[in-house]
């Protein structure tokens, strides 16, 4: 996953690229209340369990946890469905690939920008079956050894 500078993320989906082939990774704005900006700045997210999906011709993100604020009374809900800002042809593409056979929507981030704009990565994904994340357990492993040996260490 590509960490841009500048940007400060306040979730990680660190089991999205063990899980998934990830094809394609796009940047979408969410819609968001008071309450969740500030829950978001401080760290207290998970889309470990999120995923986007089509509902009405529009793309929303679904499960995604961010808890209430604590030093407010008037709180969001914390699972509730949270749209994403696309232009027309990403979400039109976005709907046709869903609508494609095996094709998932995954929260790879939830992060801020530089402007201090909450963002979500989201990459366009199919699903790895068994053999292949072995396959790829494997091939991180032999890539840490290789380093090591690389640099002296035994």
Same mark, same amino acid.
């Given at each position: 996953?590509?960490? =841009?500078?500048? &940007? *400060?993320? @306040?979730?990680?989906?660190?089991?999205?690229?063990?899980? /998934?082939?990830?094809?394609?990774? +796009?940047?979408?704005?969410?819609?968001?209340?008071?309450?969740?900006?500030?829950?978001? *700045?401080?760290?207290?997210?998970?889309?470990?369990? @999120?995923?986007?999906?089509?509902?009405?011709? %529009?793309?929303? +993100?679904?499960?995604? /946890?961010?808890? @209430? /604020?604590?030093?407010?009374?008037? !709180?969001? $809900? %914390? *699972?509730?469905?949270?749209?994403? +800002?696309? !232009?027309?042809?990403?979400?039109?593409?976005?709907?046709? #690939?869903?609508?494609? &056979?095996?094709?998932?929507?995954?929260?790879?981030?939830? /992060?801020? !920008? $530089?402007?201090?704009?909450?963002?979500?990565?989201?990459?366009? #994904? =199919?699903?790895?079956?068994?053999? &292949?994340?072995? @396959?790829?357990?494997? $091939?991180?492993?032999?890539?840490?050894?290789?380093?090591?040996?690389? =640099?002296? $260490?035994?």
């Amino acid at each position: 996953m590509a960490i =841009r500078p500048g &940007d *400060r993320y @306040a979730s990680l989906n660190r089991r999205a690229t063990f899980d /998934y082939f990830i094809e394609e990774r +796009l940047e979408c704005g969410m819609i968001l209340q008071g309450t969740e900006v500030k829950s978001l *700045r401080q760290g207290h997210a998970s889309i470990n369990e @999120a995923h986007a999906s089509q509902m009405g011709g %529009e793309i929303w +993100l679904f499960n995604c /946890y961010v808890p @209430a /604020y604590k030093q407010s009374r008037d !709180n969001h $809900e %914390e *699972r509730r469905p949270r749209k994403l +800002l696309l !232009n027309k042809k990403e979400r039109n593409k976005l709907i046709g #690939a869903i609508k494609r &056979d095996g094709i998932t929507l995954i929260p790879i981030g939830i /992060y801020f !920008n $530089e402007r201090g704009i909450a963002k979500l990565e989201l990459g366009v #994904a =199919r699903g790895k079956k068994k053999q &292949d994340k072995r @396959a790829s357990e494997k $091939e991180r492993d032999w890539s840490r050894q290789k380093s090591r040996v690389m =640099r002296g $260490e035994s």
